[in-house]
């Protein structure tokens, strides 16, 4: 399969594996923690096999596996030897570093149960010598936060667009029905003018164009969404600099079906002019009932 791809994560204990899986898993890889080196083969094999459902994956296979770790390099000359393509990430750090991460952490060195760590993270290297010299992509985590080292993963397995953008979601809803649980951010837009209170808008949503029309016309909503726009310009690449996959705009209003949604939808449709991966999502516009006006819908 040409859009195939096995990675296998290696390196010393405290280099960062678990990070770099968890970062693997957000760029859509199948990953799977401590395999047996034997396994590998025939697990890639049946993921080759799924119809492109399984197309990417990451295996972990560092020292924990004991004795099983021993047969690595044996099996990845067997799977070249029978034309299977993978790659090899092995992750490393300075003495001083993995020392301190232990320290931290608190937990022992797979190596060192009854020792210091040093003496562990000496034997470690030792054995990961042979390994480390077959790898694909070394990388030194000493001096990486884990922002800049998931950057760094997704530099090198991330897809061409994939890389680009984190997913973000613009939500709209309504104060009555509760906050979304969720958001990242909360934009509260009761301020503004309300069509609720308009009879031949009260039963229409903030999608159509009528009560669209009617909010813009107001100068408050132009200075607002002129400001709003502008802060969002300015923190969704800082998101995205920082390593975040995932955002949610949250925009509120009353009831969720006027004045959130018309400005949830002007954020989307700036955001998606931009280039960003972004979709809208509409709460509380299923609550769509006309009822008295002393109810303050909207």
């Known amino acids: 399969m040409d859009n195939f791809r096995l990675v296998i994560i290696t390196g010393l204990s405290g280099a960062g594996k678990t990070q770099v899986a968890r970062a693997m898993e957000d760029l859509g890889y199948f990953c799977v923690d401590n395999l047996p080196p034997m396994l590998i083969p025939k697990f890639a094999e049946i993921c080759a096999q799924s119809g492109g459902r399984v197309s990417k994956i990451a295996l972990v296979v560092d020292i924990r596996g004991g004795e099983f770790f021993n047969t690595l ?10 034309g299977h393509l993978y790659e090899v990430l092995f992750l490393e750090a300075s003495d001083e570093t993995l020392i301190r991460r232990y320290k931290e952490s608190r937990r022992r060195h797979p190596l060192a149960l009854h020792g210091r760590v040093s003496e562990g993270i000496t034997r470690e290297r030792e054995r990961l010598e042979m390994i480390r010299g077959r790898a694909t992509h070394i990388i030194d985590t000493s001096s990486l936060s884990t922002a800049e080292l998931k950057n760094k993963i997704a530099e090198l397995y991330a897809g061409e667009h994939e890389y680009e953008r984190m997913s973000i979601t613009v939500l709209s809803f309504g104060f009555k ?4 649980i969720d958001a990242d951010m909360v934009f509260d837009v009761r301020f503004l003018p309300n069509p609720f209170y308009v009879d031949s808008l009260r039963c229409k949503s903030g999608n159509t164009t009528e009560v669209a029309e009617y909010i813009w016309k107001w100068p408050i909503t132009k200075q607002f969404m002129e400001k709003l726009t502008g802060l969002i310009d300015f923190l969704v690449p ?7 996959s995932q955002l949610v705009i949250a925009v509120g209003c009353t009831g969720g079906m006027h004045r959130s949604v018309f400005v949830a939808d002007k954020i989307f449709e700036g955001l998606r002019n931009k280039g960003y991966k972004v979709n809208v999502e509409h709460r509380d516009i299923r609550h769509n009932v006309c009822a008295p006006a002393e109810d303050g819908k909207g």
């Open 73 to 82: 390099i044996q099996v990845l000359e067997e799977m070249e030897q029978q």
């Open 177 to 180: 029905y509760g906050m979304p």
């Open 238 to 244: 800082n998101y995205i600099k920082e390593g975040k």
